[in-house]
């Protein structure tokens, strides 16, 4: 067997053909997506939604026994996300015996060697091809009915070859966003906003973001798709398609940039790296200039469709082709090109460079379509190989934490936030991790866990995934290793400044999340029962007054259903006992009737928040129902859509507010509280330029809209900003603050997605239910020094670091020491002992500043709380 292996590597080359795919004569029975749609997939000028393509794939799937569709769940908007699975008929006749083929060999528990083998010769290779994750990247989706068309109708030795060695998963990853964008560009085609930007997300809740959110999984897509691939299907290959290639490369294929994730099995990276080539070569054998490899995309950030599930075993391959605006045709000359790219050199991972021309929408999903075969033909041809690796890299992910730490980790189920561990367990398992919790009562490293604590042992398929979302990152500074990305005969030393990665480097799920854990420094002996959810539920308080923590984020959505109800809920103003505990200030005091009660039931089962029955008889606050507007710019914003989507999770009531709605003033008639998502000052006041969009999505709050935000705060209201929109009150409000890392060069100040420690006044209202010393996730965040000067003056005034003006409470600050607990970051010394959130009085209203984002697309729990406390704080 291990000789198909040698004759793989030897023959890799040598055997792979140009791949065409052509009908065969007695497929003129089959519609064909021209005769369906009225156009042929990727015309000039059209864009086909989801409904018609899936019902492009549905007419397919009932004139073929060669494909049939499926339906993996409901999208965030209420529609089924159905995809196609094609192969050959005799192969989907036998599905449910090959995909528990799969399933064996990638868990590979008690899987001898000699049986994956003759698994592997039986079984087929699983391809997951999906497209339109990022809706305005329509070429990808545009494909998928000209391909399944393809792969059903060929009828040539290489397509047949691959419906008998490959069973192929077509998805569409964002069917709302791909009908959203279809709808836009229709809309004002031969109009003068034909390429006009959307003025809205193409998802409802985060757009672009939701190819950040694959190891979280806090949207229904990703839920859907990764329970589809994770416990599921378990695919060798997944190729998830975008179209954002870096000019003037007409497709960006593997071998991907540095840093390489280290959490990932060597041999997964060398069939990304093979793949990538080979299909490169097809281009070249297509005569499809442009391919270009080993820039710009790295594969550190685990966030990714792609590399969540890399630490799964499977070969993940992104492609990134080129796009101009949607399905309008663009000339580009070489004189467009950037200088070094204009005497087209070529180069060992640009080996036929663009020479300019037309290019249509048409195009790239030519492009696609040929990278999409390639894939297939690598699957098909070398089935046996990439099955059989699938089963060495889990077990030998297995058995290198059999003997190597970290050996797993653990979870004490009684944590400060219960509802945030619940979610954390839930979503490892969604993910496919294997937790279990304890029979009994058991000691490690000292320390004694009771019966039902969780541990997640590192010694499964995907343990690498869990190390890798637990573990605390060190990502390594490029600029001292050189001989990785460089690609020259003498390396050479780097004299610049840091080098940018694609995206976040630090992202340790559990300190995002508040999540107390420990690290497994060897294996622990103790009983171990599987659990298939959290099971962390409670029940809800059964006499009319009781008390709840704030350190529990479901706590918000237990004072909202009580405000909602009419209950008097109150917030403690000074610590108190009750029950046999110890409670903080800010701990809620409420009363509630019977309806109250059940509503809280049913969230303590879900939740697992906790309630003491009982009145303390403590000094309270009164909360009142808050009246809250979130502000939707026309430049839309994703980090307004995860709040949008923590607002609807945790139940919180709000009104979307416009730029006109702004700009109308009287807002104190209808708000308490105005929120201001992580979005740069100059979009909110600004907003579209006058010609690049339809008239009614032009401009920001403008002038008018800042002088009427100055007046909802000095008449009392609450003006909640968010990371970068924090630069909107301190410019236009004449605040005594100053951000000190504005001018800052990126050679002395560099922290791009990191965790850092933080300091929080958790007696004060805005910091309830928060640990005295915690973590804040900085990503191009905002650090404050507060003047002396009072409120209001526009006056400069002098710099006093260690006495902040009376008026200003610091709520969150950076300890005098080294700050960094995740990821990377350069000149920590610069921002040590300063302010990260602030309250600022102005009137009798206030401004509440977060430096930093406080949920980091809803990942980081933990600081969440500072946001739901601003709600309440009157």
Not at 830 to 845: D, F, M, Q, S, V
Request: glycine share 10%.
């Amino acid at each position: 067997m291990r000789s198909r292996l040698t004759s793989f590597v030897r023959s890799m080359f040598l055997q792979f053909s140009l791949i065409t795919f052509s009908a065969s004569p007695g497929s003129a029975q089959i519609t064909a997506p021209a005769d369906y749609l009225g156009f042929e997939p990727g015309a000039d000028f059209h864009l086909m939604t989801y409904e018609a393509a899936i019902g492009y794939f549905e007419l397919l799937a009932s004139e073929t026994d060669r494909m049939i569709v499926l339906d993996m769940g409901e999208t965030t908007a209420g529609r089924r996300m159905k995809y196609g699975v094609i192969s050959s008929a005799e192969n989907l006749r036998r599905l449910d015996h090959f995909k528990e083929i799969n399933r064996r060999i990638s868990l590979p528990h008690g899987l001898s060697d000699e049986e994956a083998q003759e698994l592997a010769l039986e079984g087929k290779a699983f391809v997951w091809i999906d497209g339109g994750l990022h809706g305005t990247e329509v070429a990808p989706a545009q494909l998928l009915p000209q391909l399944a068309y393809d792969l059903v109708t060929g009828e040539d030795r290489q397509m047949e070859m691959v419906r008998e060695n490959v069973v192929t998963l077509l998805v569409f990853a964002n069917p709302d966003g791909m009908t959203i964008v279809s709808d836009w560009y229709m809309g004002n085609v031969g109009t003068p906003y034909e390429v006009s930007p959307i003025p809205w997300l193409y998802h409802e809740y985060v757009g672009h973001d939701n190819n950040r959110d694959s190891f979280m999984a806090n949207l229904v897509e990703t839920q859907n798709m990764n329970r589809a691939h994770s416990q599921e299907w378990f695919p060798e290959i997944l190729y998830n398609q975008h179209q954002t290639g870096p000019f003037p490369a007409r497709i960006w294929t593997p071998p991907d940039a540095e840093p390489t994730n280290p959490n990932v099995h060597p041999l997964i990276v060398r069939w990304k790296n093979l793949i990538g080539t080979a299909m490169g070569k097809a281009f070249e054998e297509n005569r499809q200039p442009g391919a270009i490899s080993r820039i710009r995309y790295d594969t550190w950030y685990p966030g990714y469709a792609t590399q969540v599930v890399d630490a799964h075993n499977v070969v993940s391959i992104l492609t990134e082709t080129q796009l101009y605006r949607y399905a309008t045709p663009q000339h580009f000359t070489v004189e467009d090109f950037p200088e070094g790219h204009r005497d087209l050199t070529m180069g060992v991972f640009y080996p036929s460079p663009w020479p300019g021309g037309w290019w249509r929408l048409g195009d790239a999903v030519e492009y696609n379509s040929t990278a999409c075969k390639a894939v297939l033909e690598v699957a098909g041809r070398y089935k046996y190989e990439l099955i059989y690796d699938k089963y060495r890299t889990g077990v030998e992910v297995m058995a290198r934490f059999e003997s190597e730490p970290p050996y797993g980790y653990i979870i004490p189920a009684d944590q400060p936030d219960r509802s945030s561990t619940a979610l954390l367990i839930d979503r490892m398992i969604l993910n496919g991790i294997d937790v279990y919790a304890a029979d009994g009562p058991f000691e490690h490293n000292g320390i004694q866990y009771p019966e039902g604590t969780f541990v997640l042992p590192t010694s499964q398929p995907f343990g690498l995934f869990l190390k890798n979302i637990f573990e605390r990152q060190a990502y390594p500074d490029l600029r001292e290793y050189s001989h990785l990305w460089q690609g020259l005969v003498n390396p050479e030393e780097w004299e610049g400044g840091p080098l940018r990665p694609y995206d976040g480097v630090g992202w340790t799920l559990p300190l995002q999340m508040g999540v107390n854990y420990r690290e497994m420094s060897s294996p622990i002996t103790a009983g171990l029962t599987r659990v298939d959810r959290a099971g962390l539920s409670t029940t809800g308080p059964t006499s009319g007054s009781f008390v709840f923590s704030s350190a529990d984020n479901a706590s918000i959505s237990a004072a909202f259903a009580l405000l909602e109800a009419g209950s008097d809920v109150r917030r403690a103003d000074e610590p108190f006992s009750l029950g046999g505990k110890r409670f903080p200030p800010g701990t809620f005091v409420a009363r509630g009737g019977e309806r109250a009660r059940q509503r809280l039931g049913e969230l303590a089962e879900a939740t697992g928040l906790e309630f003491v029955n009982g009145s303390p008889g403590v000094s309270a606050t009164r909360v009142r129902m808050p009246r809250i507007g979130l502000h939707k710019a026309w430049v839309a914003s994703m980090d307004a859509g995860w709040i949008t989507y923590l607002f609807d999770t945790y139940g919180i009531p709000f009104r979307s507010v416009t730029n006109a709605e702004i700009r109308s003033g009287d807002l104190g008639d209808r708000y308490d509280v105005l929120v201001f998502a992580d979005q740069g000052a100059y979009e909110i006041v600004d907003g579209h330029a006058r010609g690049t969009v339809p008239p009614d999505y032009v401009g920001g709050i403008g002038d008018e809209g800042v002088v009427a935000l100055r007046e909802f705060v000095r008449e009392g209201g609450s003006l909640i900003c968010n990371n970068r929109s924090c630069d909107l009150p301190i410019e236009h409000f004449g605040l005594p603050i100053k951000n000190v890392l504005e001018g800052v060069a990126a050679d002395s100040f560099n922290a791009p997605g990191a965790i850092f420690k933080a300091e929080f006044e958790n007696t004060h209202p805005l910091a309830y239910g928060m640990p005295a010393r915690g973590m804040v996730f900085f990503s191009g965040g905002r650090v404050f020094e507060v003047k002396r000067d009072d409120p209001g003056t526009t006056e400069k005034g002098e710099l006093d670091e260690s006495q902040p003006g009376p008026m200003v409470d610091i709520v969150v600050r950076y300890p005098d020491e080294p700050l960094l607990l995740s990821g990377w970051m350069v000149g920590d010394d610069l921002i040590r002992t300063k302010a990260a959130a602030l309250e600022i009085p102005y009137g009798e209203g206030k401004v509440l500043a977060f430096g930093f984002n406080v949920h980091n697309r809803a990942q980081a729990r933990s600081t969440v709380k500072l946001l739901f406390n601003g709600l309440l704080y009157d």
